[in-house]
């Protein structure tokens, strides 16, 4: 008797494990159980805006892990969305990760046409199609709105030989290999893009002869600290702390104008330094594509409400992003263009895929 | 002294009710999460971010680090009572843990596992408290040729987890080292065996390698024991405890094992899993009877076990003191702390000394808490082992299905984990360990990557594998560990000989 009562015991723990298991796996990520409708199947039904969207709650996605850029800026909006009561349905954030964004790119064709899917996504939603990794692009989605910038920076360690971008830029041209250029994303993304633009401005040719170095487990700031590369790019603010510290000394940055305060705002622009080119890392928030007229309507009145918050100025101040703010119209049209910049250098290096 | 000083108030802000019940509740939460097989700390942790936007920064860190603690102690229950790690830190467990239990000695493996932790835990909180500066800016000097060689040695351990069929480690080894150059390739962005499927753009997870081998392997392989009838269940149970001579055996390598632990762990990018298994391999080679190991030596579970709770701690460093994630779990600390508007990194002691010293001192307090939760709960699951195969085993693989979903979000991670739990039954029947396959997968990716970063930085030049201290250091350790064996061998079987020329 007493041996079945703790057998029962244990078989209770066991489902009680099994359950906590299920619901810690699902906060990680929301099941597709929805049917997958194809993406070219069907448009569906026309677009009856129910009185009361949203009613349930939204799924909000960073297509990478958790920490990163994706998922501290959905995360923020999801936060300041429900902190001002602007949205009030529960705005849980998914980290589907995977293929540069592209898993996740895969994902929302098979929610063609859902209202309660948002993505956000970077430079990368538009690399990943250029450089192969997948067919689908930024037209496979419905673009919201854009939020935020970032802007890239170029750095070097205390003891560098280099005291402004001119002197790198001028060692690249005499010897593409004389600097060995670190960043943190896979060759032909982000990070070596960002630079490749701006020695293209400067007058570097033989773009694919300079040697990039990818440190993909985020420990390029480690490797130039340490002098085992010459020269970091990345995003200004993954770094601050270093900077500020005098660890690491930002030669330039590709903002238009400078931005921050203190050390930060002391860093020179490209511009400034005679080289006429920018380079923004912008971030802004997806609908799957075909998401219907009265979601994006809905959206995008949220979203422009938002930007206007203190609480949101303030996640600007304290993250040191620049407001980019442009409406899904505004939006639409400079991906194209960016879409256009991003393609030529790619080209140049011969990575863009046929 | 200025450090204890600072100590002192931090531990004036740990102690306060409120943060000794996060660090409280973080810490169950972590050990539960643990246990579930690919649920790790980084899955724990990122669970926490939504409830951490309410908490103060302080209470916001020092939970998660309870979670941490937690996972690492936890990891490890399941190695020992079902031969499935919860994470990667937790494999090492595995080999000598497991048989333990199976030689009727869950109790004290449980117990041993518990109190490694513990020791390694604090240890490596005190060494931190000193050190944390010097050892963040000795571990600069670890450019790629330097971890490629760091991962050459960690791989040298594949001759000790061989079982003495050396030829078949090494087949394990290499089938491992191709596994990891699945994905798109970092230094070139050029995709490998991904045969156009996108979520193999990422790689193969070691994770759900690890549950594949482990989970389902055991899986498997039971159901044969089962059917025969063999499987033999324990009904009843001691006392949590270990006996003195377990205690006089494993306290040198606990406390041996606990710097490895600490100083891999503070490598950004090289992590517990590799501090435990070169913990493992140390101790192994340093044994008077090497051929206890993977039978149930007390001493193979002490080892890891207080190395990867030492290399938690470790991990912390690279990104309090220069705001650099080492590992998966701190890169989500790092985001949940600047989403509260804190930037770790060389100020973090200066502009904030509250929460880091906040923090350091937690990790004391977690740990104490931890030992105090586990002693008890392991009496609890110990009883897993009297549950008939046929209730535990389909939970086991239904617990593997969904932390496998956990960690990709993917239907093709099942395809991936049904074929590597039957290539891990496969080998197993074949006897080719499984362990340096894992191994393999875990540091294979990083190990190429700084073997071609490198040669990028050099020109090409092979030189500079051997350009600096470091790098010389890592090669004399790898040598001497491949060679050790042998010569050990040899000295023992001239021993032996003479032994039996003074008997005749």
């Given at each position: 008797m007493k041996k079945r009562v703790l057998r029962n015991k244990l078989l209770t723990g066991v489902i009680f494990l099994l359950l906590v298991s299920m619901v810690l796996s699902g906060c990680g990520g929301q099941s597709g159980s929805q049917p997958a409708e194809p993406a070219s199947g069907q448009s569906s039904a026309p677009a009856e805006a129910p009185s009361n969207y949203p009613a349930r709650a939204m799924e909000f996605v960073a297509p990478a892990g958790a920490g990163g850029g994706w998922d501290l800026t959905i995360r923020t909006v999801g936060r300041i969305l429900q902190e001002?009561?602007?949205?009030?349905?529960?705005?849980?954030?998914?980290?589907?990760?995977?293929?540069?964004?592209?898993?996740?790119?895969?994902?929302?064709?098979?929610?063609?046409?859902?209202?309660?899917?948002?993505?956000?996504?970077?430079?990368?939603?538009?690399?990943?199609?250029?450089?192969?990794?997948?067919?689908?692009?930024?037209?496979?989605?419905?673009?919201?709105?854009?939020?935020?910038?970032?802007?890239?920076?170029?750095?070097?360690?205390?003891?560098?030989?280099?005291?402004?971008?001119?002197?790198?830029?001028?060692?690249?041209?005499?010897?593409?290999?004389?600097?060995?250029?670190?960043?943190?994303?896979?060759?032909?993304?982000?990070?070596?893009?960002?630079?490749?633009?701006?020695?293209?401005?400067?007058?570097?040719?033989?773009?694919?002869?300079?040697?990039?170095?990818?440190?993909?487990?985020?420990?390029?700031?480690?490797?130039?600290?340490?002098?085992?590369?010459?020269?970091?790019?990345?995003?200004?603010?993954?770094?601050?702390?270093?900077?500020?510290?005098?660890?690491?000394v930002v030669l330039a940055q590709t903002a238009p104008h400078r931005v921050g305060t203190g050390v930060m705002g002391e860093i020179p622009t490209c511009i400034e330094e005679g080289i006429n080119a920018t380079f923004e890392n912008w971030r802004g928030l997806f609908g799957p594509p075909e998401m219907p007229g009265y979601a994006v309507d809905y959206w995008s009145e949220v979203l422009a409400e938002m930007v206007t918050t203190d609480e949101w100025q303030a996640a600007l101040v304290s993250n040191g992003w620049d407001d980019a703010y442009l409406d899904a119209a505004g939006f639409k049209s400079f991906l194209e263009i960016a879409n256009e910049s991003y393609k030529m250098i790619l080209d140049e290096i011969g990575m863009l895929a046929e | 002294m200025?450090?204890?000083?600072?100590?002192?108030?931090?531990?004036?802000?740990?102690?306060?009710?409120?943060?000794?019940?996060?660090?409280?509740?973080?810490?169950?939460?972590?050990?539960?999460?643990?246990?579930?097989?690919?649920?790790?700390?980084?899955?724990?942790?990122?669970?926490?971010?939504?409830?951490?936007?309410?908490?103060?920064?302080?209470?916001?860190?020092i939970t998660m680090c309870g979670v941490y603690y937690g996972a690492m102690f936890g990891g490890s229950r399941s190695s020992i009572l079902i031969n499935t790690p919860g994470d990667g830190a937790a494999i090492a467990a595995t080999f000598d843990g497991y048989p333990m239990a199976q030689n009727g000695r869950a109790e004290a493996a449980l117990a041993m596992s518990a109190i490694a932790s513990f020791i390694g835990g604090i240890i490596a909180a005190i060494i931190m408290v000193f050190v944390a500066q010097p050892v963040a800016r000795f571990g600069l000097r670890f450019g790629p040729a330097e971890y490629f060689?760091?991962?050459?040695?960690?791989?040298?351990?594949?001759?000790?987890?061989?079982?003495?069929?050396?030829?078949?480690?090494?087949?394990?080894?290499?089938?491992?080292?191709?596994?990891?150059?699945?994905?798109?390739?970092?230094?070139?962005?050029?995709?490998?065996?991904?045969?156009?499927?996108?979520?193999?753009?990422?790689?193969?997870?070691?994770?759900?390698?690890?549950?594949?081998?482990?989970?389902?392997?055991?899986?498997?392989?039971?159901?044969?024991?089962?059917?025969?009838?063999?499987?033999?269940?324990?009904?009843?149970?001691?006392?949590?405890?270990?006996?003195?001579?377990?205690?006089?055996?494993?306290?040198?390598?606990?406390?041996?094992?606990?710097?490895?632990?600490?100083?891999?762990?503070?490598?950004?990018?090289?992590?517990?899993?590799?501090?435990?298994?070169?913990?493992?391999?140390?101790?192994?080679?340093?044994?008077?009877?090497?051929?206890?190991?993977?039978?149930?030596?007390?001493?193979g579970l002490a080892a890891p076990e207080a190395a990867n709770n030492a290399a938690s701690v470790g991990a912390l460093i690279p990104m309090m003191t220069l705001g650099i994630p080492g590992s998966g779990t701190t890169a989500v600390m790092m985001g949940a702390l600047l989403m509260l508007g804190l930037q770790p990194g060389p100020m973090l002691f200066q502009q904030h000394p509250e929460v880091a010293w906040g923090l350091i001192a937690s990790m004391f307090i977690g740990n104490i808490i931890l030992a105090v939760i586990n002693i008890p709960l392991a009496g609890v699951l110990v009883r897993l082992l009297a549950i008939p195969p046929r209730i535990?085993?389909?939970?086991?693989?239904?617990?593997?299905?969904?932390?496998?979903?956990?960690?990709?979000?993917?239907?093709?991670?099942?395809?991936?984990?049904?074929?590597?739990?039957?290539?891990?039954?496969?080998?197993?029947?074949?006897?080719?360990?499984?362990?340096?396959?894992?191994?393999?997968?875990?540091?294979?990716?990083?190990?190429?990557?700084?073997?071609?970063?490198?040669?990028?930085?050099?020109?090409?030049?092979?030189?500079?594998?051997?350009?600096?201290?470091?790098?010389?250091?890592?090669?004399?350790l790898t040598i001497l560990s491949l060679l050790y064996p042998v010569v050990q061998s040899k000295l023992r079987a001239r021993q032996m000989q003479k032994e039996s020329e003074v008997a005749s």
């Open positions: 001002t009561g602007i949205v009030e349905v529960p705005m849980p954030v998914t980290n589907r990760e995977g293929g540069g964004g592209g898993v996740n790119l895969a994902y929302m064709q098979e929610k063609a046409g859902s209202d309660d899917y948002i993505a956000v996504y970077s430079p990368p939603l538009l690399l990943i199609n250029l450089n192969g990794s997948t067919q689908l692009s930024y037209e496979n989605t419905t673009p919201l709105a854009r939020l935020i910038t970032d802007y890239q920076a170029f750095m070097v360690g205390q003891n560098s030989q280099y005291s402004n971008i001119h002197e790198v830029m001028e060692a690249l041209k005499a010897d593409p290999k004389s600097v060995k250029v670190a960043g943190t994303s896979a060759a032909g993304s982000m990070d070596h893009i960002a630079f490749l633009i701006i020695a293209k401005e400067a007058g570097v040719e033989n773009l694919s002869e300079i040697d990039y170095i990818a440190f993909q487990d985020g420990s390029s700031a480690s490797q130039l600290m340490g002098g085992h590369v010459d020269l970091l790019s990345t995003s200004l603010s993954q770094v601050s702390g270093l900077i500020e510290s005098g660890d690491l | 200025e450090a204890l000083q600072h100590l002192i108030e931090g531990f004036g802000v740990a102690l306060t009710p409120a943060n000794l019940m996060w660090v409280t509740i973080g810490g169950l939460l972590g050990t539960i999460i643990g246990m579930l097989p690919g649920l790790g700390p980084a899955t724990g942790v990122a669970v926490l971010l939504p409830l951490t936007y309410t908490m103060g920064p302080t209470a916001a860190l060689l760091l991962m050459v040695f960690a791989l040298s351990a594949t001759a000790s987890m061989s079982k003495g069929n050396l030829m078949k480690g090494f087949i394990s080894l290499l089938v491992g080292l191709m596994v990891a150059t699945v994905g798109i390739d970092a230094q070139s962005g050029v995709q490998r065996f991904t045969f156009g499927i996108m979520e193999l753009q990422g790689g193969i997870d070691f994770l759900v390698v690890i549950i594949a081998m482990y989970a389902l392997g055991e899986v498997f392989g039971t159901f044969q024991v089962i059917k025969e009838g063999k499987k033999k269940m324990q009904t009843k149970f001691g006392k949590i405890w270990i006996t003195k001579d377990d205690w006089k055996k494993s306290w040198k390598p606990i406390l041996r094992s606990t710097p490895i632990g600490f100083f891999v762990g503070a490598l950004p990018g090289a992590g517990a899993t590799m501090a435990s298994l070169m913990a493992y391999n140390n101790e192994k080679q340093l044994s008077k009877n090497p051929d206890n190991f993977g039978k149930g030596d007390i001493v535990l085993y389909p939970v086991v693989m239904a617990l593997a299905f969904v932390g496998t979903y956990a960690i990709a979000h993917t239907v093709i991670s099942f395809y991936i984990l049904v074929i590597f739990g039957l290539v891990g039954y496969f080998m197993h029947k074949a006897g080719i360990p499984t362990a340096p396959l894992i191994l393999a997968v875990i540091v294979g990716n990083k190990m190429e990557q700084s073997f071609r970063q490198a040669l990028t930085i050099s020109n090409g030049s092979p030189a500079i594998f051997f350009k600096s201290s470091v790098a010389m250091v890592l090669i004399a």
